[in-house]
């Protein structure tokens, strides 16, 4: 299994402000994956974010919109920038197992209000 | 693209046996997952399937046919805490996963 961690756990911001949401796994993976479950809905794939490399965006999605750092293995960040009411969303980390074999695992969610 | 198809919404009786279904269309499938998602809680895995046939875990199984694009969550003995969204995804190639839009179960007394 991976343990993972997310900061901050919820957040109130202000329109047209930015905020960074930290992700931190337990183990080293080679990708890791944002998600956005809006409110009574599913969750949907923001991006992919690899290590060494531009993080891989699903449609609908735009790096200037949601920048993604991946600095090591271990580690990465969504921003979620300009924000505005829409926005207002729970943000998940993810990530697969270690084995082929093995789930994928979420992380406790950023839980993000726009004012 | 993958259509991921579940009903919105089920009620069951605590103690009862009830059955969510999911069908999807994809290419390059490579295993269909259930969470559970209890409110203001992140997903939580309960069952893979990659090959037909049924996965028996506890209260929960999970039942899987590859050429009809047909999966079912089966839960059993039904309790009051069952109450949650049962997501149904899938998994194309080593891609990350792709939700259905979530059952909301209730179970009443």
């Known amino acids: 299994s991976a343990v993972i961690s997310q900061k901050p756990s919820r957040d109130i911001c202000q329109r047209g402000t930015s905020l960074t949401i930290q992700c931190q796994v337990d183990s080293q993976v080679t990708m890791m994956f944002w998600y956005r479950q809006q409110p009574g809905q599913s969750l949907t794939l923001i991006a992919t974010a690899n290590q060494g490399s531009e993080a891989t965006y699903e449609s609908g999605f735009v790096i200037d919109k949601f920048p993604i750092s991946r600095p090591n293995l271990t580690f990465s960040t969504l921003t979620v920038s300009n924000m505005s009411p829409e926005d207002s969303s729970i943000y998940l980390c993810s990530v697969w197992g270690l084995t082929s074999a093995d789930t994928q695992y979420f992380g406790p969610g950023t839980r993000l209000t726009v004012l | 693209g993958q259509n991921i198809d579940q009903p919105t919404e089920m009620t069951a009786t605590e103690g009862a046996i009830v059955q969510i279904n999911c069908t999807y269309q994809t290419s390059g499938f490579n295993g269909l997952f259930w969470y559970q998602q209890h409110a203001g809680e992140a997903p939580t895995f309960l069952s893979y399937n990659v090959l037909d046939g049924l996965e028996e875990k506890g209260r929960f199984s999970s039942f ?40 909301r179960l209730s179970v009443i007394a």
């Open chain 2, 64 to 103: 899987l046919s590859r050429s009809k694009g047909y999966s079912y969550l089966l839960l059993k003995e039904l309790q009051m805490k069952d109450s949650a969204s049962y997501l149904c995804a899938v998994r194309r190639g080593n891609t990350p996963l792709v939700f259905g839009k979530g059952t």
